[in-house]
């Protein structure tokens, strides 16, 4: 379960969460999720990863922002939770679904498709 989510930087998500204009809501899993009702087209913020190469990841915002609860009502939240500082950061799993990462070592070049 816990491989769904990714690494989070406490100024990331709280640049996230000032951004959200839906009402924020208690989970049992996540400190960020959102209220999302009533609303036919919901918009988040994006953002994107850039690596020291220069190459740019821009993940899909269902990678990010998970539904875990439409009953009684619809609850979005950011699938971002905090490792421990003794850890390494993890680009998550659920974070790169539909993305490849290519890395030539010889060249020493990154791609992501």
Known sequence: MYSRFIFKSERIVLAFDSQILYPKVESPILNYCY???GHAIVEFPT??????DGAIFTPLLENYFIEIDSNPMPILCLAML????????????????NTHFL??????VSGII
């Open 35 to 37: 209220n999302v009702s």
């Open 47 to 52: 953002f994107s990863i850039v690596f020291v």
């Open 103 to 108: 890395y030539e070592p010889r060249l020493d």
């Open 82 to 97: 905090e490792a421990p500082s003794s850890s390494p950061s993890i680009l998550g799993n659920y974070l790169q679904q």
